[in-house]
């Protein structure tokens, strides 16, 4: 469950009546929410948050600026739907570590949701949006930019291992749904990622000892030769 959720839901309907107060939108979670999985007239935006997490089983406290949120986002006027989905991360000291929901600020929230209307004015409704500033999304947290050039644990990451990519530098996007690519797949999860680099090793492996094979092999059949030729020539005298 999301921590919050009575913030994210008042955040959402200020922002969005403010620009379109004659349209009712709603938002809801969906744990279920999937990339490019969803029916016709959805809208995905992806946006990457910063927000802190506390483990559950020992207490261990970290923060991430590349937490996942993905939207999923529909006009059928004068109703509009939002669907979201929050992926979470887990501790990378606990061996049966369990993966524990983003905790925002209210800022956090401002600023992720301001976003989430200034794509909604873009994709849906095909309007010209301001600077997200004019839409209230403030600063998120000043050590945001601190920690948005640190390393990105894919390994602790739902979003990356069902393969929602997290890059570890990287603007929010959006996109029309699209058919999800095998080779995408496979390169967004680190633990798919590991097992085809083993396999092509094994691959090279053999290749590798043919190869040595072949090169003792040459340099047997040229220095056999010239010794014999030596020998012979020392024999008769030549040498």
């Not at 349209?23 to 959805?42: A, K, P, T």
């Not at 927000?51 to 600026?65: E, K, N, P, T, V």
């Not at 999304?137 to 050039?149: I, V």
């Not at 190869?211 to 012979?232: E, K, N």
């Given at each position: ?5 009575d ?9 969005i ?30 946006h990457?948050?910063f ?23 529909r006009?059928?006027?004068p ?23 983003p ?6 929230i ?26 209230g ?13 640190g ?50 090793q094994?691959?090279?492996s053999?290749?590798?000892?043919r ?22 020539l ?6």
């Open positions: 469950m999301i921590k919050n959720m913030i994210w839901e008042q955040t959402f309907q200020q922002l009546r403010k620009k379109k107060p004659h349209h009712r939108w709603i938002l809801e979670v969906d744990r279920n929410l999937e990339l490019n999985r969803s029916g016709h007239g959805w809208r995905q935006y992806r990457l948050g927000a802190r997490f506390q483990c559950s089983l020992c207490g261990r406290s970290w923060i991430s600026a590349q937490v996942m949120i993905l939207f999923w986002m006009l059928q006027e109703y509009g739907e939002v669907k979201m989905r929050l992926f979470a991360q887990r501790c990378q000291k606990c061996e049966t570590a369990l993966f524990e929901e905790r925002f600020s209210e800022e956090g401002q600023a992720v949701l301001g976003s989430l209307v200034m794509r909604i004015l873009l994709r849906c409704y095909r309007e010209n949006v301001p600077q997200e500033r004019d839409l999304a403030t600063c998120e947290d000043p050590l945001r930019e601190a920690f948005s050039n390393s990105h644990d894919r390994e602790n990451c739902e979003a990356c291992l069902l393969g929602v990519f997290c890059p570890r530098q990287s603007n929010s996007r959006d996109s029309k749904p699209q058919p999800v690519a095998s080779s995408a797949w496979w390169c967004s999860c680190p633990a798919l990622t590991r097992a085809s680099n083993d396999s092509t094994v691959q090279q053999p290749f590798k000892k190869r040595l094979i072949l090169i003792i092999s040459l340099g047997v059949a040229i220095i056999i030769p010239l010794i014999v030729v030596m020998v012979v020392g024999v008769t005298g030549v040498l």
